[in-house]
């Protein structure tokens, strides 16, 4: 065998060794969730991350939360009241049933907070019990209604506080979710009403990003 030859049969040794490894990378690497797809189920990522404002409330224990300790998971943030005639238990229910279609792998990543929108009425222990109605381990948030207003804001789900001085008073709020990720930024939203099927189809692709 020549000396060219040698060179040749090195060269072609070097180069598929470097393919096997770039495709081995590819394949081993997670697959980006296609933002096409998860529009298709309502998913709509922010162009960047926002952070969440300085902002404490009260969870269903009657424990104070900073809000930048939602972190560790990714959050469906949904902003409700318990009072809620319509949007509130239809909604709940769709993300107990949600979570039902999804992998344990993906539901161990995910949890689900409520911050409600009617602090006059929605104590500690009233959103425990509602709460528990749909699964007990969702969280609920309540406090100040003025920090309430600041948070919805910051998440681009504003809602009009009702009329505390009328009986039996509802709340105007929204049916979208904000989307939080693992390091507690917003990184986007789930737009109502929610699509349970493609949701569970397209969630565990996003849940698995960092």
């Known amino acids: 065998m020549t000396r060219l030859q040698k060179t040749v049969l090195i060269l072609v040794a070097v180069i598929a060794a470097v393919i096997g490894l770039t495709?081995?990378?590819?394949?081993?690497s997670p697959r980006q969730a296609d933002p096409a797809q998860l529009l298709e189920a309502g998913i709509v990522l922010l162009p960047q991350a926002r952070p969440l404002p300085p902002v404490s409330l009260t969870d269903q224990d009657g424990q104070a939360?900073?809000?930048q300790s939602l972190t560790g998971k990714w959050s469906l943030v949904f902003f409700g009241y318990t009072f809620c005639p319509d949007i509130c238990p239809t909604t709940l229910a769709q993300l107990r049933q949600l979570e039902g279609l999804l992998p344990p792998a993906t539901r161990e990543r995910l949890q689900v907070v409520m911050v409600s929108v009617d602090p006059q009425r929605d104590t500690p222990a009233q959103l425990k019990q509602y709460l528990a109605f749909f699964d007990?381990?969702?969280?609920g948030l309540t406090g100040e209604l003025e920090s309430i207003q600041q948070l919805a804001s910051a998440l681009g789900i504003p809602f009009i506080p009702g009329d505390t001085g009328r009986e039996n008073?509802?709340?105007?709020?929204?049916?979208n979710l904000a989307l939080l990720g693992p390091d507690g930024t917003q990184r986007g939203f789930v737009r109502a009403p929610l699509d349970v099927a493609r949701l569970a189809e397209r969630l565990p692709q996003l849940l698995g990003q960092p």
């Open 23 to 28: 495709f081995s990378k590819v394949l081993n």
């Open 65 to 67: 939360v900073a809000l």
């Open 136 to 139: 007990p381990d969702y969280r």
């Open 169 to 175: 008073y509802t709340v105007d709020h929204s049916g």
